[in-house]
């Protein structure tokens, strides 16, 4: 008996050989080679102890159970998660897997998820547990903060005063949750008479650092006050904080331009129960000096539904700069365009936005409410430099 298999699984080898000559022995990826290099790239920013991803996915043994698993969520494209849809908008931090990459990891899958040999696995990328824009100059931390029991939506209110004796420009920062599983997002603004609030950084499942392209920083003018705007869900147990902390870097030479935001947002929402395509513009921005864009950061709660960004040119031709087609408040992303897109004097920004508040949205909490402004909201944030400015050379503003 043990003999006959031997002899069958000869056969086979040689059917094989001729049916399929060369491909099939050296082309089988493995997981040290072949996919390896992918999830390091791709996944274990988030897979990994510490991190929000539901499992590790760093080491061979800790892929091979999720292989399946694995194969759909990167054959659906919801991993990495990632909002916008092509071909609208060039993006830098843009996640996503090439087509090549999909069909390594699905072939992988199909024979049998070999693990190869050991020499051939790259090394694990060096992310430190600490700060992905690499070691801050300073760390501010909003302290404990008691979290009420409710099972969702616990909203935080925190105040940092800085005590910068000076203007700062910050060119990179970060925020860090002091607990992620019960934290949904924590937003970063400056408040400030001057310049009045503007958002510097977001941790969201998906969010995190934000560096600045050289020359351009935020400003972050003396004496203003940080506010942490923290979304919790407790899960129905009352939870204390151990603390939101937010890793700054400022600019070493001067600065050329200042990111500032600005929104196309709208206050006026009043859903109505069951509406499955409520619809409302953002107030347009008008660009009021030759400007170029360089971020989108769109916010809408559960009951978003899609969300677009637009430009129209002084002489009305439209340009779509964005396209969401299905939100998910879940993944809050910066959208950083991979060229910044120039905006002319008396161009405009415009965002349209969806709702959803039916049962047929997985997310709605209640779909027999009537929604307002304060639970739904259209935040859709941006950033652009003025062209002009050049602050090294004092002409300013
Ligand atoms: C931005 C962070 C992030 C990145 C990057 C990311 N994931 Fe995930 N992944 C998550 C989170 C959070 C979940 C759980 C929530 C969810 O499913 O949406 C998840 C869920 C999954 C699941 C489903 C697990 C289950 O319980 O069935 C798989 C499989 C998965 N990810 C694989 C991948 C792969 C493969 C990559 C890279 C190609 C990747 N992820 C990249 C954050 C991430």
Redesign the pocket.
Same mark, same amino acid.
């Given at each position: 008996m043990p003999l006959r298999l031997v002899g069958l699984g000869v056969v086979t080898v040689a059917v094989l050989a001729t049916s399929r000559p060369a491909m099939a022995a050296d082309a089988a990826p493995t997981f040290t080679k072949d996919v390896a290099p =992918? $999830?390091f790239e791709?996944?274990v920013?988030?897979?990994r102890t510490g991190e !929000?991803?539901? !499992?590790p $996915?760093t080491s061979f043994a800790e892929a091979r159970p999720?292989v399946r @698993? =694995?194969r @759909? @969520?990167?054959s659906a494209r919801v !991993? %990495?998660?990632w909002l916008s849809d092509d071909p609208v908008g060039t993006f830098s931090n843009d996640?996503r $897997?090439t087509d090549s990459q999909i069909a390594t990891i699905q072939r992988w899958a199909d024979l049998g998820s070999p693990e190869g040999p050991v020499r051939d696995l790259p090394t694990l990328p060096a992310l430190a547990d600490g700060w992905r824009m690499g070691t801050p100059d300073v760390v501010l931390d909003g302290g404990a903060f008691t979290v009420a029991a409710q099972p969702r939506s616990v909203y935080g209110d925190i105040d940092i005063a800085t005590t910068f004796r000076e203007d700062r420009y910050i060119t990179s920062a970060e925020v860090r949750p002091g607990n992620k599983a019960y934290t949904h997002h924590a937003n970063v603004l400056v408040k400030d008479d001057a310049i009045g609030q503007a958002r510097i950084a977001s941790y969201s %499942?998906?969010g995190g650092a934000k560096t600045y392209p050289a020359g351009v920083a935020k400003l972050l003018p003396k004496g203003a006050t940080l506010n942490l705007d923290m979304h919790y869900n407790p899960g129905g147990q009352s939870r204390v904080d151990p603390g939101t902390r937010i890793a700054l870097s400022f600019a070493k030479r001067q600065v050329r331009q200042i990111a500032i935001t600005a929104q196309s947002s709208n206050n006026q929402i009043d859903i109505p129960a069951g509406e499955a395509n409520y619809e409302r513009v953002g107030r347009p921005f008008e660009f009021k000096e030759d400007s170029h864009i360089l971020t989108f950061n769109p916010r809408m709660n559960e009951r978003g539904k899609d969300i677009r960004y637009t430009l129209v040119y002084p002489d009305g031709t439209r340009k779509q700069l964005l396209s969401i087609p299905k939100w998910n408040y879940?993944w809050v992303f910066s959208y950083v365009l991979a060229e910044p897109v120039a905006a002319p004097r008396g161009s405009r920004l415009e965002a349209v936005a969806h709702w959803d508040n039916s049962a047929a949205n997985k997310f709605n909490p209640d779909p027999t409410a009537r929604v307002p402004f304060g639970p739904e909201i259209l935040n859709a944030y941006f950033e652009y430099t003025i062209d002009a400015q050049d602050l090294t050379r004092n002409t300013q503003n």
């Amino acid at each position: 008996m043990p003999l006959r298999l031997v002899g069958l699984g000869v056969v086979t080898v040689a059917v094989l050989a001729t049916s399929r000559p060369a491909m099939a022995a050296d082309a089988a990826p493995t997981f040290t080679k072949d996919v390896a290099p =992918i $999830l390091f790239e791709k996944c274990v920013s988030c897979h990994r102890t510490g991190e !929000m991803g539901p !499992m590790p $996915l760093t080491s061979f043994a800790e892929a091979r159970p999720w292989v399946r @698993a =694995i194969r @759909a @969520a990167v054959s659906a494209r919801v !991993m %990495p998660p990632w909002l916008s849809d092509d071909p609208v908008g060039t993006f830098s931090n843009d996640p996503r $897997l090439t087509d090549s990459q999909i069909a390594t990891i699905q072939r992988w899958a199909d024979l049998g998820s070999p693990e190869g040999p050991v020499r051939d696995l790259p090394t694990l990328p060096a992310l430190a547990d600490g700060w992905r824009m690499g070691t801050p100059d300073v760390v501010l931390d909003g302290g404990a903060f008691t979290v009420a029991a409710q099972p969702r939506s616990v909203y935080g209110d925190i105040d940092i005063a800085t005590t910068f004796r000076e203007d700062r420009y910050i060119t990179s920062a970060e925020v860090r949750p002091g607990n992620k599983a019960y934290t949904h997002h924590a937003n970063v603004l400056v408040k400030d008479d001057a310049i009045g609030q503007a958002r510097i950084a977001s941790y969201s %499942p998906g969010g995190g650092a934000k560096t600045y392209p050289a020359g351009v920083a935020k400003l972050l003018p003396k004496g203003a006050t940080l506010n942490l705007d923290m979304h919790y869900n407790p899960g129905g147990q009352s939870r204390v904080d151990p603390g939101t902390r937010i890793a700054l870097s400022f600019a070493k030479r001067q600065v050329r331009q200042i990111a500032i935001t600005a929104q196309s947002s709208n206050n006026q929402i009043d859903i109505p129960a069951g509406e499955a395509n409520y619809e409302r513009v953002g107030r347009p921005f008008e660009f009021k000096e030759d400007s170029h864009i360089l971020t989108f950061n769109p916010r809408m709660n559960e009951r978003g539904k899609d969300i677009r960004y637009t430009l129209v040119y002084p002489d009305g031709t439209r340009k779509q700069l964005l396209s969401i087609p299905k939100w998910n408040y879940g993944w809050v992303f910066s959208y950083v365009l991979a060229e910044p897109v120039a905006a002319p004097r008396g161009s405009r920004l415009e965002a349209v936005a969806h709702w959803d508040n039916s049962a047929a949205n997985k997310f709605n909490p209640d779909p027999t409410a009537r929604v307002p402004f304060g639970p739904e909201i259209l935040n859709a944030y941006f950033e652009y430099t003025i062209d002009a400015q050049d602050l090294t050379r004092n002409t300013q503003n």
